[in-house]
């Protein structure tokens, strides 16, 4: 298989980091195509803990890491994840692409901007300027890495530009004095130096790639429930989460992706304001958040705990035509009494199947739920034989509910606690 593309079904965090770095043991290159920095990609080995929030998670196994033309770069964080890296000893092999935009000091100001002025209706974005940068992006007066690596096009754009947002943030009731041309064009030249000997046209080196029969793996972002089209909008982030958005960020031909995998986590979170079906806001919440480290790798904010919801992994399938899923987090369930999966949506005594596409729906829904009896412990279990028989019934039921294999199941954190079915 050539081309295989992880996506997370729910609100982001479902571990794909975990399952990313999993099967690029066996690829060639590891491509981020949407999101920033707002992503946080936790991967243990052995006694090391890495997190990524820009960096491919395959980077770590020496293979080729593409930041690709969807994703929206703060070289900042890029450079200080690269040089933590090289402290640990590993020399990221990296691709950027001269598309992929840049995230500015003034998109993190406005981001935060944004968020005070909303208040009580704030999206509870990362503030990591995704939303402001993708916006400039689609109005075309974007900066683009391509432009950090010639001084006289950074001035010229962001002399045109800077007065904008000054007023922006003046409107906003911000000191405006915060931004400043020559020191933007300063610092933002340098990290351009800095990252000049790996931008690329990704897009060609992709697509040469694939001819010469390597493997390439895609690592989505965030969730398909984040996806600023199918997602609970507007409490999305501003990109294109789905299978879609791994074509349009890359540059690949959606003929050319073979595979897709799903990764659903065994329950669900969310962090950040909007609808969540499913959520408990009690003991067995709290159970799902503490046993399950449920705290935002990016801000540290907890998340949001409750049942797996299948209205929505069943949507998530549908739109990113999933082939293969892998569950993870089945250990975090380990002790509980009873486990529920919701099935259906009750809104106003009708049962709703699918997935709504108004959030003020899914504000009024009642979740419909399947109870299972639950089990004691999957922590040292290998193989899913060796499940127990009412974890295995809660794995046959996804598979069955949604007509899509389960292919990996993970019990743990580290690389060893992953089951092939
Ligand atoms: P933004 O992407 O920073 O604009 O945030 C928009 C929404 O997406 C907020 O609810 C964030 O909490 C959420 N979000 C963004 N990135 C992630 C992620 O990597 N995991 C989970 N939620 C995320």
Redesign the pocket.
Known sequence: MAVKAVI?TQ???EGKGKIVDFLSKDVDYVVRFQ??S????TIKIGNQTFKFHLLPSGVIRGKIGVIANGVVVDPEVLIGEVEKLKEKGIEPKLMISDRANVVMPYHKLL?GAEETYLGKKK?????????PCYSDKVARRGIRVGDLLDRSVLREKLEMIVPIKKNLLKIYGMEESRIDVEDLIDRYSDYGNKIRAFVKDTTLELNRAIKEGKEILLEG???VM?DVDFGTYP?????NTISGGACTGSGISPKLINEIIGVVKAYT??????PLPTELKDEIGKHLQEKGGEF????G?A?RCGWLDLVVVKYACMICGIDKIAITKLDVLDGLKKVKICVGYDYNGETIENFPSDIRVLENIKPIYEEFDGWESTKNVKSFEELPKSAKDYIRFIEDFLNVPVEMISVGAEREKTIFV
Request: glycine share 30%.
């Open positions: 997370g609100w982001g965090d999101g920033g707002n992503a946080g990609h981001d999206i509870g974005t990362t503030r990591r300027g995704i939303g972002a965030q969730g984040l409490f999305t982030t501003s990109s979170t969310r962090v950040g304001s909007g935002g790798t990016t801000t904010r998340r």
